[in-house]
């Protein structure tokens, strides 16, 4: 009778065969790597490795995984080595690569360490998703950014408001909303390029004037909007969206060679809590500010008051 307990040589020698043909076959980008406290350095990579990092078998052999500047050393990879340490293995971990090139690729990483005659390996297998991150940021891109001024469009303004509003600390909110005046006429008699221009151009005031203290977006034609979600005060929020006004309307003009048509810029604003209690009532606010300006004459910035509200009639 057959010893079930013991394994045929010739089995082994045979599995053995078929486990070498899949590490240098497989489409799979595979790494073997020795490790210590310091370093860990190539010991064996298949070809769908070399092909990956741009590189050959006798420019890896034996290099420190590091200096042969193929895993990228930063805070995630001291993670991963601690749970090859402890746990012994993880999975799918998110792994910038620099191909021998200078290209970065975007993987998912799963290892496991093995030890053998008291030395540590650990045996990687490497999946590319440089295409499809870019796919995903491409289609990000489209659902949330404005694609002629490359600021958020109103989709991705209005869910950053509405978050903002619900974890609001003790700083003071703030929602401004511009118009460019005289938009219609520009569009009208200079065509949507010259229009086009005129956005682009503003957008970028708005974003340079604003900075990091706040975010920009466009609503839609000609009608922005800025969220401060913590200013020190209504004063600091206010001197903040006069500095963009100021951007818009004492600069260099909007629309350069623009004869008689010079757009400006009005701005309505409002707080909260005090104007208003939630997002709705916020844009409803700046929004009434922002109409009183334009009736004002425009090129103006204006706070929301009580007494902007229409009365019922």
Not at 84 to 94: D, I
Not at 111 to 117: K, L, N, S, T, Y
Request: proline residues 3%.
């Amino acid at each position: 009778m057959r010893d079930k307990d013991r394994t045929d040589p010739i089995e082994e020698g045979l599995f053995n065969t078929l486990l070498h043909g899949l590490f240098d076959f497989s489409p799979l980008a595979i790494c073997v790597s020795t490790t210590d406290d310091q370093a860990s350095r190539y010991v064996k990579v298949n070809d769908a490795y070399l092909q990956l990092v741009g590189r050959s078998r006798e420019e890896l052999h034996g290099q420190e995984m590091q200096m042969a500047g193929a895993v990228i050393d930063d805070a995630r990879r001291a993670r991963r080595r601690r749970l090859l340490a402890t746990v012994g293995r993880y999975e799918l971990e998110e792994v910038e690569i620099r191909r021998a090139d200078g290209a970065l690729l975007s993987t998912l990483v799963s290892a496991q360490r093995f030890v053998a005659d008291g030395r540590a390996f650990d045996i990687e297998m490497i999946v590319d998703v440089t295409e499809r991150k870019r796919a995903e940021a491409a289609l990000w891109r489209l659902a949330h950014i404005d694609s002629l001024t490359g600021i958020p469009n109103r989709g991705h303004f209005i869910d950053a408001l509405t978050a903002a509003v619900a974890q609001r600390g003790d700083g003071v909110l703030a929602l401004a909303i511009i118009d460019i005046d005289l938009f219609k006429q520009i569009n009208d008699n200079l065509g949507h390029l010259t229009g086009d221009s005129v956005l682009v151009e503003a957008a970028s005031r708005i974003h340079a004037a604003i900075g990091e203290a706040g975010l920009v977006g466009r609503l839609g034609g000609d009608e922005f909007a800025i969220l401060i979600p913590d200013a020190a005060d209504r004063l600091a929020a206010r001197r903040l969206l006069e500095a963009v006004g100021a951007a818009l309307n004492e600069s260099s003009q909007l629309l350069a060679g623009g004869g008689s048509l010079q757009p400006t810029a009005t701005i309505g604003f409002a707080f909260l809590p005090d104007d208003a209690g939630d997002v709705g009532g916020l844009m409803r606010a700046a929004d009434i500010a922002l109409y009183r300006g334009k009736r004002g004459g425009r090129a103006a910035v204006v706070a929301f008051r009580p007494e902007m509200e229409p009365r019922a009639t």
